[in-house]
């Protein structure tokens, strides 16, 4: 498992067969995604939870393609910690 998705799996407590929700619509998570990704100084400094998002494919998607939709998330993801 990558860095990153030990993080945000260990941060809610998830096991790696657990059912993940989607953040932002409850489906299937598959990807954690990095709310902010133009972290500077080597990828490590991306990897806190604050920055990681789980979403489904969809979403995933939607989260590279439109700004907007990426700041909604992050808000979203704020409220949860
Ligand atoms: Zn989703
Ligand atoms: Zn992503």
Known sequence: MKKYKQI???YFGYGEQDFIP???C????????HL???GMGGSKSKDYI?????????????AHS???FNNK???IHKSKL
Not at 26 to 33: K, Q, S, T, W
Not at 50 to 62: A, D, T, V, Y
């Open 36 to 38: 902010d990704n133009k």
């Open 22 to 24: 989607c953040e932002y």
């Open 73 to 75: 998330l992050k808000e």
């Open 50 to 62: 604050g920055n990681l998002i789980g979403l489904c494919r969809e979403c995933h998607n939607k």
């Open 8 to 10: 945000y799996f260990f």
């Open 26 to 33: 409850g489906n299937e998570a598959v990807d954690v995604h």
């Open 66 to 68: 439109y700004v907007k």
